[in-house]
């Protein structure tokens, strides 16, 4: 079954409102990576953690340390660039595979 | 920034015809990976590498072989392509076990009529 849940599918905001994302794992994952796929196809490394919390400006991401079950991508004050599809990425202990979520295509508008 | 370079960016090719995607990586990184995304879909791995030398199954590799014959080079082969194999490929390539980050190439669109 599918490993890595993402939510929502879709997401739409208004500029300046704060929203997250969020990732479950059904199993229990070493580490986690975000990513946004922008209107090129391109993938944009956000965040890579094996624990605890990162932050890049507007983003912040997170990731549960104690069961290591879900991660969090939270988007403070929206801008229209943040619009695209957020990946999150997860890998199981001993595994270098990298386990992708569906995406949450979020369209960011004025 | 880790630099990985696809190549070509897009290729038609016909039914039962030979395919080669390439990849290179120029930052001396172990791992390499390749997927394919699907309209309205995740990634998918489809075959990935610990080293020169080494190639792994991944979740599809069916249809698929690859080929690591430096540390900086990693191909995927579609010896008979179809239809199905139409997609959006990305090779990926990763630092060691300790920094699992990855850095995805632009992508390969792939067009099998």
């Known amino acids: 079954g599918d490993q890595v849940e993402q939510s929502p599918s879709a997401l739409s905001l208004h500029e300046g409102t704060d929203s997250a994302l969020r990732c479950n794992f059904t199993?229990?994952?070493?580490?986690v990576q975000w990513f946004r796929q922008n209107s090129r196809g391109s993938l944009i490394s956000l965040f890579y953690?094996?624990?605890?919390t990162k932050e890049n400006g507007r983003l912040k991401s997170a990731f549960d340390s104690k069961e290591r079950r879900y991660s969090t991508l939270h988007i403070r004050d929206a801008q229209l660039e943040d619009s695209g599809t957020y990946f999150c990425?997860?890998?199981?202990?001993?595994?270098?595979?990298?386990?992708f979520g569906e995406g949450t295509k979020l369209t960011v508008s004025s | 920034e880790a630099a990985v370079t696809q190549s070509p960016r897009n290729k038609v090719a016909v039914t039962g015809g030979k395919v080669t995607l390439s990849c290179n990586q120029t930052?001396?990184?172990?791992?390499m990976y390749w997927y394919r995304q699907d309209t309205g879909h995740g990634l998918r791995l489809i075959h990935y590498?610990?080293?020169?030398?080494?190639?792994e199954k991944g979740d599809i590799p069916d249809g698929y072989k690859a080929s690591r014959p430096s540390q900086e080079n990693f191909s995927l082969i579609l010896e008979l392509a179809t239809p199905s194999q139409t997609s959006v490929y990305f090779c990926?390539?990763?630092?060691?076990?300790?920094?699992?980050?990855?850095?995805f190439g632009h992508g390969t669109k792939l067009s099998v009529l």
């Open positions: 990926a390539s990763g630092e060691t076990i300790s920094n699992e980050r990855l850095f």
């Open positions: 199993t229990t994952m070493r580490s």
């Open positions: 953690l094996a624990s605890g």
């Open positions: 990425a997860a890998r199981q202990g001993g595994s270098a595979k990298l386990i």
């Open positions: 930052n001396n990184h172990n791992n």
């Open positions: 590498s610990y080293g020169a030398g080494s190639t």
